[in-house]
C-alpha cells in the first residue's frame, strides 16, 4: 500500500501545501499506482522484453517526475 494514500497522511499534506499542489501530488499518486500494477508480478526479463509495458512504465515515471517537479516549484 502506498502510504500517502492513508488519511492520516493527508491531513499532514493539507496543513503544508498550497491548494495548486493538490492535483500535481493526485497526478503523482495515479503515477505511482499504475507503476505498481504495470509492474507487479513482472520479471525483468518480461519487462525487457515488451516494448508496450516498458513503455508504458517509462511514460508513468515521466508522468510521476514531471507531477513533483512541479509541486517542488509552487
Known sequence: RIPT???RC???LRMSMRPESYAHVWDALQAVRALRRFTQGVSEEKYLSDLMLSSAVERQIEI??????R???I
Not at 64 to 69: K, Q, R
Open 10 to 12: 493527508w491531513g499532514v
Open 71 to 73: 509541486v517542488r516549484k
Open 5 to 7: 494514500s492513508s488519511p
Open 64 to 69: 510521476l517526475g514531471e507531477a513533483l517537479n
